[in-house]
């Protein structure tokens, strides 16, 4: 059984920095993609990078490239998205999903396992 935690959010200054970790099991990142999303208050949710299985590469949404590095540690089987330069903009409730794919994509559709996310709030 696929399964996915997302956890390490929390409130942060402007500027601040802050680890997501996206904890999974039932499932090996050679046959599968994983992303990360956001939904902020009242919008819909959207896509923030993922990592293809095809080549390993990380993608990121224009908002958020040179801000945030997502990374796998495959023994360990975590996901992470290192935010760095937070703005009050990136506040939103974050998640975690994999897609049995080796394409990734930033399309809400294209990924069926999903976990419960973490919220991350940045002050102004």
């Known amino acids: 059984e696929v399964q996915l935690q997302a956890s390490g959010g929390g409130l942060v200054q402007a500027g601040g920095s802050l680890r997501l970790f996206c904890t999974v099991s039932?499932?090996?990142?050679?046959?599968?993609?994983i992303a990360w999303f956001r939904q902020a208050p009242g919008k819909e949710r959207e896509g923030v990078s993922y990592?293809?299985?095809?080549?390993?590469?990380?993608n990121y949404a224009d908002s958020v490239k040179g801000r945030f590095t997502m990374s796998v540690d495959v023994a360990g089987n975590i996901v992470y998205l290192q935010m760095r330069a937070l703005k009050p903009e990136d506040t939103a409730v974050y998640y975690c999903?994999?897609?049995?794919?080796?394409?990734?994509?930033?399309?809400?559709?294209?990924?069926?396992?999903w976990g419960q996310g973490t919220l991350v709030t940045v002050s102004s």
């Open positions: 999903a994999v897609t049995k794919s080796t394409i990734g994509t930033m399309h809400v559709p294209w990924y069926n396992y």
């Open positions: 039932g499932f090996t990142f050679d046959a599968y993609s």
């Open positions: 990592i293809g299985s095809s080549d390993g590469n990380a």
